[in-house]
């Protein structure tokens, strides 16, 4: 019997299905494919009425508001939450990847960046608890810290991290590929400190500071900050209107809350300080404290920090000995407390 070209193309085509298809009892990979497409929101700071980027002074700062805009990572660790409750982990390049995914729904995601040194990541299997906090640092001293701040951790600042969480995003059947767009979110934002001096400047050798008031970590599920509080510890640069740092933070404690979006008088009360120990040329350690609480109102993550009419008067800076100042481990000097309280 003699073919239509109909029925000719259409026993090619059955013919076709038949060797490409994959029969249960041979296939040996079932697993869909999920394709990963990372793509990230590199903010340095949130705008909460202060409009930084608007009316950024690049003269004044030195730098351009892009400037400081954190890098992509390394590569991200992304950790799969399986319906049956266990748990999978693999690794993506910052622009994502393809991962074999289980059939069925109710898998979760939860991805965060890997190559960060001064963060510590706890609970990272149980999705809602999942944080990451700033390690510890200790500096001796700190009188005016230790009264406003008592049993409190001091860290170091911590690095940057990203995170994103997607929860049962689809229902996976037999072979499927499925593309997906995944957003990562900075947890940690930048202050920019700037110490403005009056008088004095030629007689500082080496300055540091503290941040105290700050969030101690941050959950990776959505960003919100704990209720625990830190000193963030960090040495500052001498510039020619005084010394600058900038501080990498979680933000401020317990955040966001019905308060934050609006300044309100009746928010709660934290305390937030400001510290800069300076060594002065003689040898003689002399250090400023601030209350900054009324500049962290409408800069909850990530700002610009800024105290003014430093002085150190030339009986103090006048040089007394023949320390060297060129060691990096500041000695046990006594400490001039000069806790002037400046209208920033």
Known sequence: MKLSRIQLLAFLMMVMS????????????????????????????????MNHPANWDAALHGFEYDDIRPIKPEWVNMVIGKADGSFGETHLTPEGGKVNVELGDGQTYL???????YITLSDITSFSDARASATSRSRAGMTYFNEHH??????????????????????????????????????????????????????????RGALGGMAESAYLLDGRTSDNSSIILYDCDVKDYGCEAHVRSFGIPGF?????????????????????????????????????????????RGGVITVKNIRIEDQIGESDSGFDVSVTDWPNHDVIDLPIEVEP
Not at 111 to 117: A, C, K, P, V
Not at 273 to 294: H, P, Q, R, W
Request: hydrophobic share 30%.
């Open 256 to 300: 966001p809350d019905e308060y934050y979006g609006r300044a309100d008088s009746n928010a709660p009360d934290r305390p937030y300080s400001l510290n800069l120990e300076i060594l002065l040329k003689n040898g003689k350690t002399v250090e400023f404290n601030y209350d900054i609480a009324d500049q962290m109102k409408k800069q909850p």
């Open 18 to 49: 038949v060797l490409t298809s994959c029969r249960d009892e041979l296939c040996y990979d079932h697993y869909p494919t999920l394709s990963i497409d990372l793509s990230w929101e590199k903010e340095w700071e949130r705008d909460y009425g």
């Open 150 to 207: 008592p049993d409190v951790r001091s860290t170091s600042s911590p690095d940057v991290i990203f995170s994103a969480f997607v929860d049962k995003a689809h229902a996976f059947e037999i072979h499927e590929h499925v593309s997906l767009g995944v957003k990562m979110q900075p947890l940690v934002f930048t202050y920019i400190i700037r110490y403005e001096f009056e008088y004095g400047l030629d007689h500082v050798s080496l300055a």
């Open 111 to 117: 991805l965060y960046n890997g190559d960060t040194e």
